[in-house]
């Protein structure tokens, strides 16, 4: 399973990319923005809502972070721009790519990040 390909795309295996910040000595460290981004792409395919909320700027976290439906299939990321404004602040465009009940939908954001007491996380997005 940890040898499997990361679900976000970026062509390492899943325990050498993203599942260094779910869980384990690197927990919560994903360096930079686009980093944080991509994993919590692999969180939302693998269903892990505590990486999630423990991502997310706790003044904007939904209280009520629901799992995939059933039958959803998380279909690729692309990140298209990531960019920082400062130490702690950063933006990173994506696409997200899933499949509901044969029909396609696509997700296009510019997300919000900050690091905060050195961790970062997602703070809001602006769909494109
Ligand atoms: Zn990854």
Redesign the pocket.
């Known amino acids: 399973m940890n040898d499997a390909p990361?679900?976000?795309?970026?062509g390492?295996a899943?325990a050498a990319?993203?599942?260094r910040w779910h869980d384990g000595p690197l927990h919560l460290q994903a360096p930079d923005a686009e980093a944080l981004m991509?994993?919590r792409?692999?969180a939302y395919v693998r269903d892990d809502l505590a990486y999630l909320r423990a991502t997310w700027a706790p003044e904007t976290c939904p209280d009520d972070l629901a799992p995939n439906p059933p039958g959803l299939r998380w279909l690729g990321l692309e990140v298209r721009r990531h960019t920082v404004l400062d130490a702690d602040h950063a933006t990173v465009e994506f696409v997200a790519r899933s499949k509901l009940g044969g029909r396609a939908q696509r997700l296009h954001e510019t997300s919000r990040f900050e690091r905060r007491g050195g961790l970062w996380l997602y703070v809001d997005g602006v769909l494109r």
């Not at 990361?6 to 970026?10: E, F, K, L, Q, T």
Request: charged share 5%; proline share 7%; hydrophobic share 0%.
């Open positions: 990361c679900p976000c795309g970026s390492g899943y990319c993203c599942g991509r994993s792409y692999s």
